[in-house]
């Protein structure tokens, strides 16, 4: 039986109905916290609604296929999954699904401990959200990539609060890009700006705007610092850094 959450008090926007394709550690942080704010949550794996009867009484969401998921959030979707599966999900996935529905990526690259090595990610020439939105043939908005999943599951702080950790927010789509901010500070963070897909390298794994839990004006300074055009120096140095996390994670028993 599904479980639901009341609605919090000082909610103020209206519930929206979102699909989450990929119930992993982001899918089902997200669909904790979004169901906890009174959304209408539709959640999806690849292996079948059947599945999720745990993560549907863990997160009161409801189970769907990915199919579902992509016509059933009408207000916004979010593809988390990992991101050698991308080319994976159904080639017609979003046919009916109106332009003006935001779609999130929250992908990360780990060629070493999950995703293998990918050419086009290798050379920098594009962005991780960049190669997606090209598989998914539509814009994404990229976000909730680099914040862990745990931290993630717990509720946000009210805006002005002490500690209210920053998360930056990189689409092509402007009108997305504001309905994605609007919720990320609904969910209790600040939304920061991070530009165009082509500047999302800056919170891509081995930078310092990765998994670092920023407030608004530290990540701002960051952003301002690494410049919007990646350089080739950069790309190396990320790259070599997410190698070496990757390392240290493969050497604690880390799984993706």
């Known amino acids: 039986m599904r479980r639901h959450h009341h609605r919090r008090t000082n909610q103020t926007t209206q519930p929206m109905n979102i699909g989450i394709i990929g119930a992993g550690h982001i ?6 916290r979004l169901t906890s704010l009174g959304h209408n949550v539709y959640i999806a794996n690849s292996r079948g609604p059947e599945t999720l009867k745990d993560v549907e009484q863990k997160t009161g969401a409801t189970a769907v296929t990915a199919e579902e998921a992509a016509q059933r959030g009408t207000d916004l979707i979010v593809v988390t999954i990992p991101l050698k599966n991308i080319p994976d999900l159904p080639k017609d996935l979003f046919a009916g699904v109106p332009a003006e529905v935001p779609v999130i990526d929250t992908s990360n ?29 539509r814009p994404v908005v990229k976000v909730f990539n680099n914040i862990l999943a745990d931290h993630l599951a717990q509720p946000g702080k009210p805006a002005g609060t002490s500690g209210r950790v920053a998360l ?52 701002r300074e960051q952003l301002q610092r690494l410049g919007t055009k990646r350089t080739p120096e950069q790309h190396a140095e990320y790259l070599a850094n997410q190698h070496q996390q990757e390392q240290a994670m493969a050497a604690q028993g880390i799984k993706l």
């Open 109 to 137: 690259y780990y060629p070493m401990l999950r995703d293998g090595q990918m050419p086009e990610l290798e050379t920098g020439e594009l962005t991780e959200s960049g190669w997606v939105q090209q598989q998914l043939g």
């Open 168 to 219: 930056p927010v990189a689409s092509d789509d402007a009108a997305a890009k504001q309905k994605v901010m609007q919720l990320v500070e609904e969910l209790g963070y600040d939304a920061i700006d991070a530009g165009s897909l082509r500047e999302s390298w800056r919170q891509q794994p081995g930078g310092p705007i990765y998994c670092n839990d920023l407030p608004a004006d530290q990540l």
């Open 27 to 32: 899918g089902s942080a997200l669909a904790v």
